[in-house]
């Protein structure tokens, strides 16, 4: 058990070193394999505003004339060590990981991501248990009672979930919870050490709009799982002995089914850390997913790669954490 | 009074195509300490009687529109009538079953110790510790090497045989009165079939526990079972001890079951003689005796007794019941040539009068032949020869 966990480790550093490497070519390799020169690429990561002495200066920050290895080694040494910037009259030092300075606020690209962390932090994560929960409890009970109203009706409204877009569902409870009746007045992020009430408050209207879509998703997962599961040998053994239904259904039924259920949680949340763009500006939450939005909107170039290889790094987290755990609850998998 | 009682057990699934008939009218019983081996071809009744005994046609979705009809009487408690909380009680632990395929019977994510505890604990308040002992114990007693190292080990790490053996561990753990094992051996080798029937017969010897097993191999069931029960379309078509049923059996489908058989003792003359034609739906159960349209002797009953009445449970010996129209004397008489011994005997004999008979002919044609003198003759002499 404990290689196993170390092999995965060591393939997750390997997954993100390659992970690194394949963002670093589509932004600096490709172009320059379909025929764009230096300055030509510059062009593009300059910003807004691409006057010929800001895209001489990038060509010269970014140092695109130098060999692609030496350009990629420059860009690992700054995510590991920090790197130094000489911008013509002074030498800055931008700590590490340094993804580089955005060019809509002239700072570090990586505190300010680590200052909008937290926010999406809490939403993925409490819509995540309330998904995960919400949706496997409909989910188990509609299989035990296949066919009767209460399946039909949760199936039913959990199709309604899974089709209806979420700024649709988001902009539909705010109005309704938000504005016409103020249950959940003025919707703005509150952090968790301030005021933990009404950061969970604020928090109410985004999480069961993010976890509507998800729950119906996984209490239809969880009930095919079940469906199947519960017609398996080891079931009617399990009854054969004389466990309790519940027992049975729990024990041995539902922790059968729960696997692949998991697995499929662990790339949800990793994808939704990456920053939950939607619901986020649905509700005006100052996350990494507004962050996203607004760089690529100003064409921020830097404050881009650093999102897109944090998103990577927690999507490639996530399916190791995923697999470790899956080989905790089935013992068949631990090779 | 018997351990186990079964009076006209009827069990029926309401199906989208009809009401399938599995068990029409089974009756039999079952004294401690004895094997009754359940023979029967696929779709003959013989799970779907042992999954109404253990009760677990209950326990599947409300809708599933299963009815079981009857008395099963467990130590003079009638099952069909008891409540399900009362008959899960007994599962378990007053009757145990253990399943075809041990690999699939098995929960892949949990120990075979901690579901062999898990099988005590449920009937017996005692601690994680005490019942793991009890697991490390039973298994060491079906014979699985090791226990105290193998019973952390999950069952896809052990073989066939020896998940098999866990299986009967896990079964055996609250000392069960009656244990039913469903196709035990049919997911094993040969050479660890002979095993795991013996590990059955000496801990039914051991527990003085009474023993169905319930299979379609012939061999199985005359090596372990002291009764032998025949069903056909759900209904009983012969039930005696191994000795009544094996060396004088009284139903067409017994013969034909046991005239199927391939054996080493007789010389191979012919092919392999199976029953014509297959087994019926349970749906459309044939009018009058469900085996009439493979049985060859209706016309030796006379009329269309066969296809118009259904056969009652005769008793043609002491304990040996038969449900086929034929009068006894006619069974003896049909059962006396069909035994592969007289079989092999009579065509023996046969053969040879029909070669004493074919010389003498030919002996007569050649002196014929002689006193004519023709060439063409000649050819024929030597062909008849």
């Not at chain 2, 009018?287 to 066969?306: I, L, T």
């Not at chain 2, 009445?309 to 034929?326: D, S």
Request: aromatic share 8%.
């Amino acid at each position: 058990m404990i290689t196993f966990i170390v092999r995965r480790l060591i393939a997750t550093v390997f997954l993100l070193i390659v992970v690194s490497m394949i963002t670093f070519a589509i932004f600096f390799l490709i172009p320059r394999l379909a025929g764009q020169n230096t300055y030509q690429l510059a062009t593009e990561y300059v910003g807004r505003n691409p006057t010929r002495a800001a895209v001489l200066q990038l060509e010269a920050k970014l140092g695109l004339d130098h060999p692609i290895w030496v350009q990629y080694g420059n860009f690992l040494k700054g995510i590991v060590f920090g790197a130094h910037y000489n911008s013509g009259t002074s030498i800055t030092y931008c700590p590490p990981p340094c993804f580089g300075y955005s060019f809509r606020t002239q700072q570090p690209v990586w505190p300010q991501m680590v200052s909008d962390l937290p926010v999406t932090l809490s939403l993925a994560i409490g819509a995540a248990v309330i998904w995960l929960v919400g949706g496997v409890a409909i989910g188990v009970i509609s299989a035990l009672k296949r066919g009767t109203l209460f399946d039909r009706f949760s199936m039913g409204i959990a199709l309604a979930g899974v089709s209806l877009p979420i700024f649709f569902t988001g902009l539909i409870s705010l109005e309704l919870f938000s504005y016409k009746w103020p249950i959940f007045p003025n919707v703005t992020y509150v952090p968790i050490l301030t005021n933990p009430a009404l950061w969970a408050r604020n928090l109410v209207l985004p999480w069961v709009t993010l976890a509507f879509l998800y729950a119906a998703l996984y209490a239809r997962l969880t009930r095919a799982g079940m469906l199947e599961t519960m017609s398996e040998d080891f079931i009617r053994t399990a009854r054969a002995k004389g466990l309790r239904e519940r027992n049975v259904v729990v024990r041995h039924g539902l922790r059968a089914a729960l696997t692949p259920i998991l697995t499929i949680f662990g790339m949800d949340l990793g994808l939704l850390l990456g920053g939950a763009i939607l619901t986020e500006t649905t509700f005006s939450l100052p996350g990494l997913g507004q962050f996203t939005l607004l760089a690529i909107q100003n064409q921020d170039f830097p404050e881009i790669m650093g999102v897109v290889l944090l998103a990577a790094f927690f999507i490639v987290i996530a399916n190791m954490l995923v697999d470790i755990l899956y080989a905790v609850i089935d013992p068949r998998v631990r090779v | 009074m018997a351990m186990l009682e079964v009076r006209d057990l009827h069990v029926q699934f309401r199906t989208d195509d009809g009401l399938v008939k599995a068990v029409d009218g089974l009756s039999f019983d079952l004294e401690r300490g004895r094997t009754l081996g359940i023979v029967g071809e696929s779709g003959s009744g013989k799970s779907v009687t042992s999954l109404a005994i253990m009760g677990l046609h209950r326990s599947s979705d409300k809708g599933s529109g299963t009815e079981v009809t009857g008395q099963i009487r467990l130590d003079d408690e009638d099952l069909v009538s008891s409540s399900a909380e009362r008959v899960r009680q007994l599962r378990g632990s007053k009757m145990a079953m253990i399943f075809q395929d041990p690999l699939s019977a098995l929960h892949p994510y949990y120990s075979v110790g901690a579901q062999i505890s898990e099988a005590y604990r449920v009937h017996n308040k005692v601690s994680k510790q005490v019942a793991r002992k009890r697991a490390i114990d039973l298994l060491g007693r079906v014979g699985i090497p090791q226990p105290t190292v193998r019973v952390d080990d999950y069952p896809h790490q052990f073989s066939g045989g020896m998940r098999q053996r866990a299986m009967i561990a896990m079964a055996l753990s609250c000392d069960p009165e009656l244990l039913i094992a469903d196709e035990p051996t049919t997911a094993l080798d040969v050479t660890v079939q002979a095993q795991i029937l013996d590990l059955i017969v000496d801990l039914q010897a051991e527990f003085g526990s009474a023993v169905i097993i319930i299979t379609h191999d012939l061999g199985v069931v005359a090596e372990v079972a002291d009764d032998v029960l025949v069903m056909y379309a759900g209904r009983v078509a012969e039930h005696g001890s191994g000795g009544d049923v094996f060396l004088q059996p009284g139903h067409p489908y017994t013969w034909g079951l046991l005239g199927s058989m391939p054996r080493l003792d007789v010389a191979r003359l012919e092919r392999l003689r199976p029953i014509r034609g297959t087994p019926p739906s349970l749906i459309h159960v044939p009018s009058g005796c469900p085996f009439h349209p493979r049985c060859n002797y209706p016309p030796q009953v006379g009329g269309d007794r066969c296809s118009t009445e259904i056969p009652v449970l005769m008793e043609t010996g002491p304990g040996h019941r038969v449900a086929c129209h034929l009068m006894l004397a006619k069974q003896q008489e049909i059962w006396a040539k069909l035994a592969p011994g007289a079989a092999a005997a009579e065509a023996a004999a046969a053969e040879e009068t029909a070669a004493t008979e074919e010389t003498a002919a030919a002996e007569a044609a050649a002196e014929e032949t002689a006193a004519s003198a023709q060439p063409g003759e000649d050819v024929t002499e030597v062909e008849a020869t």
